[in-house]
């Protein structure tokens, strides 16, 4: 073979090298991903890690500090054992995601928001982490909300800002102008158009494609306090330091109605599904449900404790709501008759949210806890930590994939609810 034939095979042969190698990477990252397993109570030892009182990979321990946002992960470990490793990844809730592989880790990374970017063996491999971290606001986070579609978050802080961002975690834009600090955010139907309310009783309509005001318009004199749209983007409601409902036609913003027989401030409210009932929260120790057609009291239903959030089932039949105690009632919205009461260890109670599937409740308590609750078991399915002060605000994507919280501790973070992901 002459020189120049061997020159002109080389090219062929450096090229099918390199796929070789370019397919040998995508087979191990494929093992490494099929290989994922999650495991519970996870503890450091010299010797190794310590998973359900069993000593597993035994071998040289790598233990690497991964600095992320807000500290959700306390520590790693990149566990090497001759051909066999493992990566732990600890947080503050005693969970680990174990990812295993047929080759050393190298190096850990904390990369992409809610990712964790390993080397394994020359390659780079980019694992999806439980939690996504948004470093959201300078202030407490007083709404939450997601588009019709799910593919938006839209947060509210007390620091006047109200961002909207992809679910994934990276920030579409910022809505500028409010005056004061918002209380609550709301989607329309069509996901074109936000609302929000600040505490100065000031009401805020944006489009979200640009983030331009459309609209902003006032009422009255004591501060809003919450707000909630009606299923079919018709009316707004808020509540106020006062006791009083106000409720607006959304087309115009024209003045529909004042509800009055609080004695306290209202803290929550939610529209039933078929948006004919409203229901009020308030710091008087009593949830009213109104008619809203015309604006008579159905049932007034009492707390031991300040009542301070509420939400309706999506069935409609059924409505929860929780007070400062950390007491939660359900109650046949029909009637107005108590069918249960769930309690538990949490404090004070910011927010109620139902998966739309309506088998699953989600509290929100200043314990810096999520409790996932099964109505009718009434017991806690699963408890979620992370947020370091107390979570004030909840929303759930309506395909019902994900739970964002938001924290006095200025952050909002995305749990997945289908259970693959869990």
């Given at each position: 073979m002459t020189l120049t034939q061997r020159s002109k095979r080389r090219p062929g042969l450096i090229i099918l090298g390199l796929l070789l190698i370019v397919a040998g990477?995508?087979?191990?990252?494929?093992?490494?991903?099929?290989?994922?397993?999650?495991?519970?109570?996870?503890?450091?030892?010299?010797?190794?890690v310590v998973c359900r009182g069993q000593l597993v990979w035994l071998g040289a321990v790598l233990r690497e500090t991964v600095v992320t946002p807000e500290q959700a992960i306390e520590f790693a470990a990149l566990v090497n054992e001759q051909e066999r490793a493992a990566l732990y990844l600890q947080t503050p809730a005693d969970e680990a995601l174990v990812i295993r592989s047929?080759?050393?880790?190298?190096?850990?990374?904390?990369?992409?928001?809610?990712?964790?970017?390993v080397a394994v063996g020359g390659f780079l491999a980019i694992f999806g982490y439980r939690i996504v971290?948004?470093?959201?606001?300078?202030?407490?986070?007083?709404?939450?909300?997601f588009s019709p579609d799910s593919l938006l978050l839209a947060s509210a802080g007390l620091d006047k800002a109200v961002h909207v961002w992809l679910a994934e975690g990276d920030l579409v834009r910022t809505l500028a102008g409010q005056d004061g600090p918002p209380v609550g955010c709301a989607f329309t139907p069509?996901?074109?158009?936000l609302v929000t309310a600040s505490w100065?009783?000031?009401?805020?309509?944006?489009?979200?494609s640009d983030g331009a005001l459309l609209r902003?318009?006032?009422?009255?004199?004591?501060?809003?306090?919450?707000?909630?749209?009606?299923?079919?983007?018709?009316?707004?409601?808020?509540?106020?330091?006062?006791g009083q409902l106000v409720l607006w036609t959304m087309g115009d913003g024209a003045l529909m109605q004042t509800l009055e027989g609080h004695q306290g401030r209202?803290?929550?409210?939610?529209?039933?599904?078929?948006?004919?009932?409203?229901?009020?929260?308030?710091?008087?120790?009593?949830?009213?449900?109104?008619?809203?057609?015309?604006?008579?009291?159905?049932?007034?239903?009492?707390?031991?404790?300040?009542?301070?959030?509420?939400?309706?089932?999506?069935?409609?039949?059924?409505?929860?709501?929780?007070?400062?105690?950390?007491?939660?009632?359900?109650?046949?919205?029909?009637?107005?008759?108590?069918?249960?009461?769930?309690?538990g260890d949490a404090q004070w109670l910011h927010s109620l949210a139902y998966t739309p599937d309506g088998q699953t409740l989600v509290s929100a308590s200043t314990d810096q806890t999520i409790r996932l609750w099964s109505p009718e078991?009434?017991?806690?399915?699963?408890?979620?930590?992370?947020?370091?002060?107390?979570?004030?605000?909840?929303?759930i994507s309506p395909d019902g994939q994900w739970l964002a919280s938001g924290s006095a501790d200025q952050m909002v973070k995305l749990w997945p609810l289908s259970n693959d992901e869990r």
């Open positions: 990477g995508w087979l191990m990252l494929a093992a490494i991903q099929s290989a994922r397993q999650r495991v519970l109570a996870c503890t450091w030892a010299d010797e190794g047929g080759g050393a880790f190298e190096r850990l990374s904390w990369g992409l928001v809610g990712s964790i970017v971290v948004h470093p959201a606001h300078a202030a407490p986070v007083s709404g939450l909300a069509d996901g074109a158009r100065n009783r000031t009401i805020y309509l944006w489009r979200v902003v318009w006032q009422a009255g004199d004591e501060p809003f306090s919450c707000l909630a749209l009606s299923p079919d983007g018709q009316i707004l409601a808020c509540g106020g330091g006062d209202v803290e929550g409210l939610a529209f039933s599904a078929d948006g004919q009932t409203l229901a009020s929260a308030s710091a008087d120790r009593t949830v009213r449900l109104w008619q809203v057609a015309d604006g008579v009291t159905l049932h007034t239903l009492g707390h031991p404790e300040g009542v301070t959030c509420i939400a309706f089932a999506p069935h409609g039949q059924t409505m929860a709501s929780g007070s400062t105690d950390g007491l939660i009632r359900l109650w046949a919205t029909a009637s107005g008759s108590l069918i249960r009461s769930l309690e078991d009434e017991a806690t399915v699963q408890t979620l930590s992370g947020h370091l002060s107390e979570v004030t605000a909840l929303a």
